[in-house]
T-cell receptor
Framework: AQSVAQPEDQVNVAEGNPLTVKCTYSVSGNPYLFWYVQYPNRGLQFLLKYITGDNLVKGSYGFEAEFNKSQTSFHLKKPSALVSDSALYFC???????????FGAGTTVTVRA | GAVVSQHPSWVICKSGTSVKIECRSLDFQATTMFWYRQFPKQSLMLMATSNEGSKATYEQGVEKDKFLINHASLTLSTLTVTSAHPEDSSFYICSGGGRESHEQYFGPGTRLTVT
């Protein structure tokens, strides 16, 4: 079985400050890891993924994430948050060779001006 | 990136009627499509997985006779909510995956309200 934990329901930061959204995972075999962002009443937008290779992955809108195998983590980061980054963020995992994605519960990010 | 559309984007129907939601992959062939349900401020719950030309595989607890899924072509999957009830009101999201892709491409979602 595979699962994702996002330990924080909510993250609040001031604009211009660093933003971190935490994610840990459990999966059999090699993990494929993803971050998605969702704005109200919209579908999911892809931010970035880790499949293999460099542990630091850079994605859309200035986001990046670091794959840490020993800690089974894939935290999402942005050096300088914008008010427009306020949204719901989902971490997801699947095992290589499987199409099914398992999602975390989501973290609501609020960036205040 | 690959684009997935859903139609309608929102629908209101009366209790007891059926509603069909379409999911189309616009610029790629989706060999596998997924249907999710999302309640307000909650995560996505996978309802079923469908492969083109074969029957859908439903997740535990999802009524296959209530949520009919058809994946007749590599670019179209439909979800029909039969005899809808107010508790079926939700946000339904589809996604598609190509043969060579590691990721799923998500549609914009359909808001269903049953009155």
């Amino acid at each position: 079985a595979q699962s994702v934990a996002q330990p924080e329901d909510q993250v609040n930061v001031a604009e211009g400050n660093p933003l971190t959204v935490k994610c840990t995972y459990s999966v059999s075999g090699n993990p494929y890891l993803f971050w998605y962002v969702q704005y109200p009443n919209r579908g999911l937008q892809f931010l970035l993924k880790y499949i293999t290779g460099d542990n630091l992955v850079k994605g859309s809108y200035g986001f990046e994430a670091e794959f840490n195998k020993s800690q089974t983590s894939f935290h999402l980061k942005k050096p300088s948050a914008l008010v427009s980054d306020s949204a719901l963020y989902f971490c997801a995992v699947r095992a290589s060779g499987d199409y099914k994605l398992s999602f975390g519960a989501g973290t609501t990010v609020t960036v205040r001006a | 990136g690959a684009v997935v559309s859903q139609h309608p984007s929102w629908v209101i129907c009366k209790s007891g009627t059926s509603v069909k939601i379409e999911c189309r992959s616009l610029d790629f062939q989706a060999t596998t499509m997924f249907w999710y349900r999302q309640f307000p401020k909650q995560s996505l719950m996978l309802m079923a997985t469908s492969n083109e030309g074969s029957k859908a595989t439903y997740e535990q607890g999802v009524e296959k006779d209530k949520f009919l899924i058809n994946h007749a072509s590599l670019t179209l999957s439909t979800l029909t909510v039969t005899s809808a009830h107010p508790e079926d009101s939700s946000f339904y999201i589809c996604s598609g995956g190509g043969r060579e892709s590691h990721e799923q491409y998500f549609g914009p979602g359909t808001r269903l309200t049953v009155t």
